[in-house]
């Protein structure tokens, strides 16, 4: 693994969100907005030095923009598979994917990467 890169952590935000039954089905797009602030201003907690932060959004919140310390990137169709392919060009870097998807973390796990739980970042 590269020891100088920042960890990266990939964040399946349709999963994270859809964890919490707190209304985000009325409006997808404000809460991956919502999860990217969360982000953006309280990290990812357990994770020890620097961390480069991937939101992976698809549908109705492609589009949303990126903020200082949040990359957003818009699936262009699965999202899951949008999230393998983000952690299949980050080889060689420690990667930890945020999902509670079963098939999602098996296909990263196999890449190498590690699987944490929405209440990683969103207790």
Request: hydrophobic residues 45%; glycine residues 12%; charged residues 25%.
């Amino acid at each position: 693994m590269n020891d100088t890169a920042p960890v990266l952590v990939v964040v399946d935000a349709a999963n994270v969100v859809g964890s919490v039954p707190d209304g985000w089905w009325r409006d997808r797009r404000g809460a991956a907005e919502r999860l990217r602030d969360r982000l953006a201003a309280d990290g990812v907690p357990g994770v020890d030095g620097p961390v480069e932060v991937v939101l992976v959004v698809e549908g109705a919140a492609r589009g949303v923009e990126s903020v200082p310390g949040v990359r957003v990137s818009s699936a262009p169709g699965s999202g899951d598979d949008h999230i393998v392919e983000v952690v299949a060009a980050a080889a060689g870097r420690s990667v930890l994917v945020v999902t509670a998807d079963r098939e999602l973390r098996r296909r990263v796990a196999a890449l190498g990467a590690e699987v944490a739980g929405p209440r990683t970042v969103r207790p």
